[in-house]
């Protein structure tokens, strides 16, 4: 079953080639340059957008609500555990999208069900066809990346980002064949990050550290949470993830010589070069750095280790550089020896709010 693997973990992580062609499967238009979602028939709206949801998939949605508003729609996230405390405003203009790879979380529900309400169109971005949140939503956008086993989401992680990346282009005006054509271009990068990463000779160079720290601007600050998350989850260890900018507001008295940093720096532009500062104020505190990078800016002078991602339209780095990062976090946990696919209190998920 887990085809050779010793966890279905890394047996998801070596899927996501495959399940990100499904997602893009029969969904692009090239010639046209457009996008269609089978799933959202009838749906035209150009009011708010609210995101909704809750751990690994709340990431997915930080980065898919930078991508609506670079496409010029108002968006904003919320962890779904804190929507109706929040009292957030929404209205019959306000599109909710609550994304949940398996449609059954129930904090999710529950904010989609208090939208809804008040009389918010909603839509559920999934992996589970018949699920709860597909059901209950007005409309469905189905991830399509097949069974995810271990508890630690991976593939559904990235099949999410790729899906919200077409809902943008669907919702967007005006098509963009560049943008289209480097969607599709996911899958193999991804398929080359698998089988010339170093991410096994990184994490066993840190196995031994007192906390690992993640930082990214932009999108890949939501990279540096949801690789500090995975750590957590299946290593154990304590692992926090920043925004960079945020480092020397406090994180920074944390950072020892025992405690790896993990920066994703991609471009050369001017958010690449604020992070490189942030790289260089925890190297001046003896703190390993590990680049996560394309290659583009001067950041590997100032690294460690670099793990190294294909030369990539800004569409896709944040995909790319999270497969760098599953695959540390999952070698460290192999080689602390844990229970990768079952992580303790954890559960696949969560009925309870
Ligand atoms: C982390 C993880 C959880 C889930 C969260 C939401 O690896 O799997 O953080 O992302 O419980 O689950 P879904 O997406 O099913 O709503």
Redesign the pocket.
């Known amino acids: 079953e887990k085809s050779g693997y010793d966890h279905y973990m890394l047996k998801e992580i070596h899927e996501q080639p495959s399940a990100l062609r499904q997602c893009l499967r029969g969904r692009i238009d090239d010639l046209e340059g457009t996008v269609t979602l089978e799933d959202l028939d009838g749906l035209a709206h150009d009011g708010p957008v609210q995101f909704v949801?809750?751990?690994?998939?709340?990431?997915a949605a930080l980065v898919g609500a930078e991508r609506l508003r670079r496409t010029g729609i108002p968006a904003q996230v919320f962890l779904?555990s804190e929507y109706a405390t929040d009292r957030v405003p929404v209205g019959a203009d306000t599109l909710v999208v609550?994304?949940?790879?398996?449609?059954?979380?129930a904090?999710?529900l529950r904010a989609l069900r208090e939208a809804a309400r008040a009389g918010a169109t909603t839509l559920a971005v999934?992996?589970?066809v018949g699920s709860s949140?597909a059901r209950e939503c007005d409309h469905a956008l189905y991830i399509r990346a097949g069974p995810e086993i271990g508890?630690?989401?991976?593939k559904?992680?990235a099949s999410?980002q790729l899906a919200l990346d077409l809902l943008a282009a669907a919702l967007g005006d005006g098509s963009d064949r560049a943008a289209l054509k480097a969607l599709r271009d996911i899958p193999g990068q991804v398929q080359t990050i698998l089988e010339t990463s170093d991410a096994r000779a990184v994490a066993e160079a840190f196995v031994d550290a007192d906390g690992y720290f993640f930082i990214g601007r932009g999108y890949h600050y939501p990279v540096a949470l949801e690789g500090a998350?995975?750590m957590k989850?299946i290593t154990y260890r304590h692992a926090e993830g920043f925004a960079a900018g945020e480092l020397k507001h406090g994180p920074l008295a944390l950072v020892t010589e025992n405690t790896p940093v993990f920066a994703v720096v991609t471009g050369d532009d001017e958010a690449a070069r604020k992070t490189i500062g942030n790289v260089k104020e925890v190297e001046a505190r003896d703190a390993p750095v590990v680049a996560i990078t394309d290659g583009e800016s001067d950041v590997t002078r100032y690294a460690d280790h670099v793990l190294e991602i294909p030369a990539i339209d800004e569409l896709s780095a944040s995909v790319l550089a999270n497969v760098q990062l599953q695959l540390v976090a999952y070698w460290v946990a192999n080689q602390l020896g844990r229970s990768i696919d079952k992580p303790r209190n954890?559960a696949?998920?969560?009925t309870v709010e």
């Open positions: 949801a809750c751990g690994t998939s709340y990431h779904a609550g994304v949940t790879q398996s449609g059954e979380t904090d999710t999934t992996n589970t949140a508890v630690a989401a991976t559904t992680f999410q998350l995975k989850e954890l696949k998920s969560v």
